[in-house]
């Protein structure tokens, strides 16, 4: 008989526990070999909403080519640079992966302009969260388990999901929902993944858009985080050029911003001593974080993405057909639920039942939110007879 590794072993004492855990909505035995947040990581890469990722936009749509990173590959990334931090502090590995993997399981085809048309389209009907989106595909939405809807997660996986949401929403959603309306903080593996999706995608935005050509070498030199490590790259490698040149910065970035990140935190961690994860939760300001000099550095980056790369006119013209897909899905399916799929035209109509036209449009939501590019892009085409959508 192989001994059970104590999962907490190593860990800080304001790590997430597994001792301390929360729990899960549905109480269940123990996960044999697994702790409780390696069984939550393993349930969310095996959810069928994990793999649709894989043809979701991240900045440029699905089908502009191979090369360019998609939601699944972001997420991968994500929890790549989040586990090493985890790691460096003490924190709960599995449970860091897990909260980074499942991030943006609610996001929308399209990128941010889809979750932008749904909340649109859904505005009399209490709009649409990307983040509220995700939990509710992990609460709700997942079919693969016989006694509970659902991926039943842990109390901390959940946490960390739920970056944002609105007083409205958190109200209703209870004990989870509670640190928005108190203005308490997360876990710290629930700080920790937020961060690393700012680092992950603005440095991987940053490569992707040098990739495609929308922005230049040129123009980011006027970027200090870059400046500097292009001129490092520039005089230890003066023959290097190309992909390589730009892979080296980039590299040196996220390494830069990284070694930040742990030792700023862990130099907040040895003034506050919170004494486990709940003081961590009563603290009314984040835990992780950049140091006063890196902050308006990797502030910076962003701003500069926003404005040359996420604006740009070549993205916009995409986004505007994207919109009128999504648009014209959603509108589609409101007015006729049997357009979709048995299983969504009944559960459209179940809810109409339960919560009036309110019920129906958050059935269709689910449904378009859950949709590819690829395939949004195909049933437009098909409502339309016309297959020039996009």
Partial sequence: ????????????????????????????????????????????????????????????????????????THSLEVAQIARSVAVALALSEPLTEAICLAHDLGHTPFGHVGQDVLDECMRE?????????SLRVVDELEDRYAEFRGLNLCFETREGILKHCSP?????????????????????????????????????DLDD?????????????????????????????????????????VRRMIGDVVTDLIEETARRLAELQPASIDAVRELDRPVVGFSPATAPLHRELKEFLRA?????????????GAAQALSGLFTAFLQDPGLMPAEHGDLARALEADAGRAGR??????????????????????????????
């Fill in 168 to 204: 409205a929403n958190a109200r209703r959603l209870g004990e989870i929902g509670r640190r928005f309306i108190e203005h308490r903080q997360p876990g710290l593996e629930a700080q920790l993944a937020d961060l690393a999706d700012a680092i992950a995608y603005s440095h991987h």
């Fill in 125 to 133: 009907f209490g709009g649409f969260e990307h983040n509220l989106q």
């Fill in 308 to 320: 040359r790369l996420y604006h740009h006119e070549h993205l916009q013209a995409t986004r505007l």
């Fill in 209 to 249: 858009g040098l990739r495609s050509g929308l922005v230049t070498i040129e123009e980011l030199r006027g970027v200090a985080l870059f400046a500097r490590h292009h001129d490092a790259v520039r005089a230890r490698y003066p023959d290097l050029g190309g992909r390589r040149q730009v892979g080296e910065i």
């Fill in 1 to 72: 008989m192989i001994a059970r590794r104590d999962p907490d072993a190593g860990l800080a004492r304001w790590a997430a526990l597994e001792a301390t855990s929360r729990g899960r909505r549905y109480p269940e035995p123990p996960a044999g070999y697994r702790s409780q947040f390696q069984r939550d990581r393993d349930r969310i890469v095996h959810a069928s909403a994990f793999r649709r990722l894989v043809y979701k936009t991240q900045v440029f749509v699905n089908h502009e080519g191979d090369m360019y990173r998609t939601r699944l």
């Fill in 361 to 390: 449009a958050r059935a269709v939501a689910d449904y378009v939110a859950g949709m590819t590019d690829r395939f949004a892009i195909l049933e437009f085409a098909r409502l339309n007879g016309d297959r020039a959508a996009c």
